[in-house]
């Protein structure tokens, strides 16, 4: 009998991801990792503020996807699940895509609500950066939604999806990114924050965490950074200490220099140059409001929560 592979595609607003494992025959083994890829899809770009995924990021969604099929047969899977989130979710034109996906690449695509992607995320983070006992915050930075988790290695405490996105907040407070960003534009995005997260607020309160946990691309870019290059993703350990120290350093960095100089930073990539700098003010506003000093980036998210759930 051939082994039993499963492909897991997670389409978020910024990147498609797919992961291919094969699983063990007698269940007892950890499932072998085949393939783990990822594209630049930018699902959200010109249209996500607006309701609406435009043109030519449909076209790179089904192109994306196309490939992803390729690798799909080639690696002869048995089992494919994909999941969309939050372009795909508040978008008019979303369920028009999921259509032409299955249409033209056989591809049946589950639309998650946000309390759903949290829990994912949750399960995947699980996989790579051990908890324990106590409580951290878990955050998710995407390119459509934030997800916030307050959690312990078996317990959910509290979890939150918001749609404040890296897309999302470049949109609407960095919309011409090819400067520095301006000091007045930091500041209303802090202020934004400030009240868009009321409810992450009171949830610290109540359950106040001893560590922050990252998940997401900003994370990984950030954790690259602080190696001074960009590591392919095959190659990103499951967990990385990211020290409050380089973090700092960064964030200094991307709000002082311009986008050509952003693009240039050892450890970025050029895709995510300029929402770095929107989604780090995120990052370093929940920094100051929690006090929290140690940092833990994990490489794994959604779709790892996804085959963690399936096992």
Known sequence: MPHRRLALIDMGTNTFHLLIVEL?????????????????????EGGISAGRIAEP??????????????EIELHQVTDVRATATSAMRVTENGPELVKDIFEQTGIRVEVIGGDREAELICAG????????????????????????????DTTIFWKRSFEIGAQRLLDRFFPEPSGIMPAEAIVAEQHYLAEVLAQLTAALAEYPPVSLVGASGSFDSLADM????????????????LA????????????????????????????????????????????NLTGLTRIRTSAYALKEGLLAEML
């Open 24 to 44: 063990p025959d007698d269940g007892q083994a950890a499932p072998r990792p085949l393939l783990r890829t990822k594209v630049g899809v930018r699902l959200g």
């Open 244 to 287: 409050l120290s380089s973090f700092r350093h960064s964030y200094q960095q991307l709000l002082s220099l311009n986008h050509e100089q952003r693009q240039a930073l050892p450890g970025i990539l050029p895709m995510r140059a300029d929402m770095l700098v929107v989604a780090a003010i995120l990052i370093d506003y929940v920094l």
């Open 125 to 152: 983070v699980r996989q790579a950066v051990p908890l324990g006992p106590e409580r951290h915050l878990i955050m998710d930075i995407g390119g459509g939604s934030v997800e916030f988790i307050i959690a312990n």
């Open 226 to 241: 602080q190696l001074g290059q960009l590591r392919p993703e095959a190659e990103l350990p499951p967990s990385t200490e």
């Open 57 to 70: 990021a449909y076209e790179r969604a089904l192109h994306a996807l196309l490939g992803f099929r390729e």
